[in-house]
């Protein structure tokens, strides 16, 4: 069986549960622009492009993205002794195909009842959320492969109908151009990154050359008439592939080396057990000041101040760890590349008008997978010493079910709340910062309750 790795799956949790808060607080003049995407503030949520920093909302994606790199290498070492490699080529590319139908799906889903005034639209998504549920989970108990086989066809066709049938409030029907963007750089990811990963299994520097080439490719796509700008504008099938989406391996290929420094750092940990947990604590709110400093100086534009106040911080982490640690143990490794990768974001910061996610920035790729090493290591040295393990419990149970938390809120609970009547109520606690905070919470912690229900039960979603 796989190993779990908790601090891998709490990464995976927090992130997760993030964009939850982040989609379901107050929208309009009720919160500081710090509780939003910093490209779209309040009052009113217009895209500004040019605005420079990052908030907390910003991360939460790459943080997802890097999680999903790091488990490649873990899902994968296995498979790969255990199957034929056309069977590894038939489980990358079916993962790719699901979430990309999963895209699809819920977004058809969600546009279908946001854009009705009738309330019992609603119960679609709850008919979805069953389809999906049936489509995906991973049965804890024996079944006939024959009807488990049935049920996924079944709730596929089923789902299939209700894509056909739906008429928009705009009128239009179906469209394959209707989707989840998240899910679908996610799909993406998942195929590119782990065929990348598989071919440079033995050597991460040639998985590391990969970025020099996208990276070649994006900058050179200025001239119409060269062959990177047919490149980067070929798409088989609009919307689903998209060149642009291979920026986030610039997040991702780091998170794969991530994952084979997981298992390493494992291995030695179960020799050495004897760090000072005090130290333990200290290293831990460090590694998590370092990414508080870098939220407000970006945000603020305190460029300089940052970078001086992160190199600080750098070394003192770096001092700490030494102590904890032997030089040579594969906990360094994580500290020097979130360290080198988090100073090479900054030095990039000036480069396209400053830091962004939208439209992401080389600054904001280094950033922000260096905060996500830096941060994967705090959760990595507090399991290894059993320190905070509730809260790190529960973000890792959030974390092992990412599917159901992500569509649980749009598919179940606010479904839910409009068939009942009290959607009129919770949207009261918009009124000012704290109930509109707390309406996030609330929110948040209701999906929450629903994926920590699917994980007790032992009902995982797998693509």
Same mark, same amino acid.
Not at 109 to 125: I, T
Not at 128 to 149: E, R
Not at 263 to 268: G, I, L, P, V
Not at 300 to 321: A, D, K, T
């Given at each position: 069986?796989?190993?779990?790795?908790?601090?891998?799956?709490?990464?995976?949790?927090?992130?997760?549960?993030?964009?939850?808060?982040?989609?379901?607080?107050?929208?309009?003049?009720?919160?500081?622009?710090?509780?939003?995407?910093?490209?779209?503030?309040?009052?009113?949520?217009?895209?500004?492009?040019?605005?420079?920093?990052?908030?907390?909302?910003?991360?939460?994606?790459?943080?997802?993205?890097?999680?999903?790199?790091?488990?490649?290498?873990?899902?994968?070492?296995?498979?790969?002794?255990?199957?034929?490699?056309?069977?590894?080529?038939?489980?990358?590319?079916?993962?790719?195909?699901?979430?990309?139908?999963?895209?699809?799906?819920?977004?058809?889903?969600?546009?279908?009842?946001?854009?009705?005034?009738?309330?019992?639209?609603?119960?679609?998504?709850?008919?979805?959320?069953?389809?999906?549920?049936?489509?995906?989970?991973?049965?804890?108990?024996?079944?006939?492969?024959?009807?488990?086989?049935?049920?996924?066809?079944?709730?596929?066709?089923?789902?299939?109908?209700?894509?056909?049938?739906?008429?928009?409030?705009?009128?239009?029907?179906?469209?394959?151009?209707?989707?989840?963007?998240?899910?679908?750089?996610?799909?993406?990811?998942?195929?590119?990154?782990?065929?990348?990963?598989?071919?440079?299994?033995?050597?991460?520097?040639?998985? %590391?050359? *990969?970025?020099? @080439?996208?990276?070649?490719?994006? /900058?050179? +796509?200025? !001239? $119409?008439? =060269?062959?990177?700008?047919?490149?980067?504008?070929?798409?088989?099938?609009?919307?689903?592939?998209?060149?642009?989406?291979?920026?986030?391996?610039?997040?991702?290929?780091?998170?794969?080396?991530?994952?084979?420094?997981?298992?390493?750092?494992?291995?030695?940990?179960?020799?050495?057990?004897?760090?000072?947990?005090?130290?333990?604590?200290?290293?831990?709110?460090?590694?998590?000041?370092?990414?508080?400093?870098?939220?407000?100086?970006?945000?603020?534009?305190?460029?300089?101040?940052?970078?001086?106040?992160?190199?600080? %911080?750098? *070394?003192?982490? @770096?001092?700490?760890?030494?102590? /904890?640690? +032997?030089? !040579? $143990?594969? =906990?360094?490794?994580?500290?020097?590349?979130?360290?080198?990768?988090?100073?090479?974001?900054?030095?990039?910061?000036?480069?396209?008008?400053?830091?962004?996610?939208?439209?992401?920035?080389?600054?904001?790729?280094?950033?922000?997978?260096?905060?996500?090493?830096?941060?994967?290591?705090?959760?990595?040295?507090?399991?290894?010493?059993?320190?905070?393990?509730?809260?790190?419990?529960?973000?890792?149970?959030?974390?092992?079910?990412?599917?159901?938390?992500?569509?649980?809120?749009?598919?179940?609970?606010?479904?839910?709340?409009?068939?009942?009547?009290?959607?009129?109520?919770?949207?009261? /606690?918009?009124?000012?910062?704290?109930?509109?905070?707390?309406?996030?919470?609330?929110?948040?912690?209701?999906?929450?309750?629903?994926?920590?229900?699917?994980?007790?039960?032992?009902?995982?979603?797998?693509?």
């Amino acid at each position: 069986m796989q190993k779990r790795y908790e601090s891998l799956d709490a990464l995976r949790g927090l992130a997760i549960l993030g964009m939850v808060l982040s989609g379901s607080i107050a929208f309009g003049n009720v919160l500081p622009a710090w509780m939003y995407h910093a490209q779209v503030p309040p009052p009113n949520h217009i895209f500004h492009p040019e605005l420079p920093g990052i908030t907390w909302v910003d991360l939460v994606f790459p943080f997802f993205l890097f999680s999903m790199g790091a488990a490649i290498p873990l899902s994968f070492e296995n498979k790969l002794k255990d199957q034929p490699w056309y069977n590894t080529a038939w489980l990358i590319a079916k993962r790719g195909l699901l979430l990309c139908f999963f895209a699809i799906f819920i977004d058809h889903v969600k546009d279908y009842m946001y854009g009705s005034e009738n309330n019992m639209v609603y119960l679609f998504g709850i008919l979805g959320f069953v389809l999906l549920h049936v489509l995906l989970v991973k049965w804890p108990f024996a079944i006939n492969n024959k009807i488990s086989v049935g049920l996924k066809l079944s709730s596929l066709i089923i789902a299939a109908i209700m894509l056909w049938q739906f008429h928009f409030k705009d009128g239009s029907g179906f469209k394959i151009t209707r989707m989840d963007i998240i899910i679908v750089v996610l799909a993406n990811m998942a195929v590119f990154a782990s065929i990348i990963w598989i071919i440079t299994k033995y050597n991460p520097i040639h998985r %590391l050359l *990969v970025l020099p @080439v996208v990276m070649g490719i994006f /900058l050179s +796509n200025t !001239n $119409n008439i =060269s062959w990177q700008h047919e490149l980067y504008n070929f798409t088989p099938i609009n919307g689903l592939y998209s060149f642009y989406y291979l920026k986030y391996l610039f997040i991702v290929i780091p998170g794969t080396i991530a994952g084979e420094w997981l298992q390493a750092y494992s291995r030695e940990t179960e020799k050495n057990n004897t760090s000072d947990k005090n130290k333990i604590i200290l290293l831990a709110l460090l590694l998590v000041s370092i990414i508080v400093v870098n939220l407000i100086g970006l945000f603020q534009r305190y460029l300089f101040v940052n970078l001086i106040g992160s190199i600080i %911080l750098i *070394v003192v982490i @770096v001092s700490i760890n030494r102590k /904890l640690n +032997n030089v !040579n $143990n594969a =906990s360094n490794y994580f500290i020097q590349a979130g360290s080198y990768l988090l100073l090479l974001g900054l030095i990039f910061e000036a480069y396209e008008g400053g830091i962004k996610k939208d439209h992401s920035t080389y600054s904001y790729y280094f950033v922000t997978s260096g905060l996500a090493f830096l941060l994967l290591y705090a959760f990595i040295v507090l399991e290894s010493k059993e320190l905070l393990k509730v809260p790190i419990n529960f973000l890792a149970n959030i974390g092992k079910n990412p599917m159901v938390a992500y569509v649980s809120g749009s598919l179940l609970i606010t479904p839910i709340l409009h068939l009942s009547g009290l959607n009129y109520y919770f949207n009261l /606690l918009n009124a000012n910062a704290f109930s509109g905070f707390l309406k996030g919470i609330i929110y948040t912690g209701l999906v929450a309750l629903i994926t920590l229900f699917f994980v007790k039960k032992k009902y995982f979603w797998k693509t």
